[in-house]
């Protein structure tokens, strides 16, 4: 199986990762972060840098989905290949940081990818406004995010929400204002709760 976990920046979708891995015995994919070599030159200069970053992005996330294709095991996915093509990069190009050149070419090398991606079998999906999102990133505290703009994270959020209302596939909604399931056990059983009821219906995993 596949499953994905989608959420804007500092939503807690690696922490979720890491505790579902352990939780099912799921091999965990993470975001390529700390290794990416356009990232703190993004953050300081995005409208030179976004299409660089996304490039890189689609590339080693299409990777990802044809090895998660060919395996044999259940793997969990920080952040898909969805988002990056659905929601990062149209954020980009909607606030004059991608030109219209630039997100055409990269929009039509996802749709190329598209014709040989399915849908994970399952998304969960951590919403969260804008000062939990904030407040988690300085938490964190990696520098090259401190410069990250308000506006840039809400419309970030704004076509989240977009491209989850019209999604097509089995879904799971965790709200991360609410559920903290990183710091209570009460709130991260809520969760697994909610997977086993979708994966495995009336009776959860022990």
């Not at 596949?2 to 890491?18: C, P």
């Not at 390529?32 to 299409?51: C, E, G, I, Q, T």
């Not at 809520?190 to 009336?202: E, H, P, S």
């Amino acid at each position: 199986m596949h499953i994905a976990i989608a959420g804007n920046i500092g939503s807690g979708k690696t922490t979720l990762t890491k505790m579902l891995a352990k939780r099912y015995g799921w091999t965990p994919r993470f975001e390529p972060v700390d290794n990416n070599p356009y990232l703190a030159d993004f953050y300081a200069d995005m409208k030179r840098w976004s299409f660089n970053l996304q490039i890189y992005f689609l590339n080693k996330r299409f990777k990802e989905v044809v090895e998660i294709a060919q395996s044999q095991e259940t793997i969990i996915q920080d952040r898909t290949i969805f988002e990056d093509a659905r929601i990062f990069a149209p954020n980009l190009h909607g606030q004059g940081m991608m030109s219209d050149r630039d997100f055409q070419n990269y929009t039509d090398l996802f749709d190329l990818m598209m014709s040989l991606v399915k849908l994970p079998d399952l998304m969960i999906y951590i919403r969260s406004t804008i000062p939990n999102l904030v407040a988690q990133i300085q938490k964190r505290g990696r520098d090259y995010e401190q410069t990250i703009q308000l506006d840039y994270l809400q419309g970030l959020n704004n076509r989240y929400e977009e491209w989850i209302a019209g999604y097509k596939g089995n879904l799971i909604i965790v709200d991360g204002d609410k559920c903290k399931f990183g710091d209570d056990h009460e709130a991260f059983k809520q969760v697994t709760d909610m997977i086993d009821a979708k994966l495995y219906g009336l009776f959860p995993m022990e």
